[in-house]
């Protein structure tokens, strides 16, 4: 399936957007203004293994001073360490922030408790006044593929289709009842990625936040084989059955295909689909619970 953004890797380290026009963003942001005006409490949804990466640093504008709940999704596939170390680090800069499997269904009512936790002090408020009280209204936010369909559906108790990425798409506003006043709008709002920096492009061609179609196959699994020749070499090592791995990343990855019996005329190994199963196998969290971002490596910001 094709995702409404996507960006090319040119080798040399180079990278471009090809879909997310300016027009694409200032329609989005638009209409993501628009619909946090009629909420109470916003919810951020980011991939948990790449919370850093995968959050569109525009929303924190957007949101303003509105009450707002970080919900770190597909935890099930993020290293539980690197997890808990993200969410003492969020916890310290003051947010309110979850651990999700939207898939699975863990974190569902810990959501729920802290959407009329943040809420309570505008229902107080309203109360005060004696004005009478509405449902809490909430709505989900987040760059495409980190979950947002899922978790609606989730909350929803329904198991349908993906609703369209593109925004702008629904007409009227549509509330899916949470519970006792609590109302969620059906319609996220799409967010484009972060495009700053080479490092979270990779990790969102990785794990799949952009088109396999469009970017540069070798440039990403280099870089993921590195990164998990660094932080996860057991894992790496058990998931191809390796004895060794190698300071260069394609002599790993020509192994790797070796050891698959990837080979095309003449033992010369398929690099391309030993490319596309080290790909598949890390995004179906088969080689293990694996994280890329890491809060240490960020300064002020910026990964180092
Ligand atoms: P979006 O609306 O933000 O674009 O994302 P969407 O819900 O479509 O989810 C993107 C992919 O991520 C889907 O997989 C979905 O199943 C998966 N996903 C969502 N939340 C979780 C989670 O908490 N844990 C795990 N492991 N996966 C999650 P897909 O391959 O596109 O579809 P499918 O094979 O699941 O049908």
Known sequence: RQNTNSIVFLKGGIFMI???????????????EENLRLVDVAIELVDARIPWSSTNPMISKLINQKP???????????????????????????????AMDSKGGAGVKQLLGAIRQLAAPKL??????????????????????????????????????????????????????????????????????????????????????????????????????????????????????????????????ELIGRKRGCIISGGVVDIEKTYKMILKDYREGKIGAISLDRPDEFDEGEPS
């Open 18 to 32: 090809i879909n997310w026009f300016p027009g694409h963003m200032a329609k989005a942001r638009r209409l993501i």
């Open 68 to 98: 707002c709940i970080l919900v770190l999704n597909k935890s099930d596939l993020a290293d539980k360490a690197v997890l808990d170390e993200w969410i003492a680090y969020y916890k310290t800069q003051g947010r309110t922030v979850i």
């Open 124 to 253: 107080a408020r309203w109360k005060a006044r004696g004005l009478k009280t509405r449902s809490v209204r909430t709505i989900i936010l987040g760059i495409p593929n980190v979950g947002k369909s899922t978790l609606i559906n989730r909350l929803a108790h329904r198991n349908v289709a993906k609703t369209a990425d593109r925004p702008g798409e629904t007409k009227g506003k549509q509330w899916v009842h949470l519970g006792d006043k609590l109302e969620l709008l059906d319609t996220p709002g799409v967010l484009w990625p972060k495009l700053e920096n080479q490092v979270s492009a990779y990790r969102l061609a990785a794990t799949g936040a952009i088109s396999d179609t469009v970017f540069d196959m070798e440039t990403v699994i280099t870089q993921l084989i590195t990164a998990l020749s660094t932080y996860y070499p057991e894992q790496l090592k058990t998931r191809f059955k390796l004895d060794e791995l190698f300071a260069d990343p394609f002599e790993t990855i």
